[in-house]
């Protein structure tokens, strides 16, 4: 039976300060999921096993991302992420800094009974 995607959440993290591409990532998760009840594994008596979770991260350096720790922020089911060419750097000269801005999309999706 094919997946049906049941939920799409959007966040938005930053690094102020640091220019750290993975703490960005893991503060949009955070701010996507937060936005979410996925009441439905439990209503429809799914298995947290059989959902699968996809996240999708946009910074400017795609390889700059430590996927285990973005995909820490979640509680369970089968999560990959991935990393695109996306989000923004805002540099600031006078400082010889940058804040880094990461966009996330993540999916939730799961086999009906």
Do not use: C
């Amino acid at each position: 039976m094919p997946l049906k995607r049941m939920l799409l959440e959007i966040g938005m993290g930053n690094d102020l300060h640091g220019g750290d591409y993975t703490k960005a990532a893991v503060r949009a998760v955070e701010d996507a999921v937060h936005h979410s009840s996925v009441s439905f594994v439990r209503a429809l008596g799914l298995s947290w096993d059989a959902v699968q979770i996809q996240i999708t991260i946009g910074v400017q350096d795609p390889d700059a991302i430590d996927a285990d720790a973005v995909k820490a922020v979640l509680p369970g089911g089968q999560v990959s992420v991935k990393a695109v060419k996306g989000g923004l750097d805002v540099r600031d000269p006078g400082a010889d800094d940058r804040a880094v801005i990461a966009t996330a999309a993540v999916e939730v999706m799961a086999e009906l009974p």
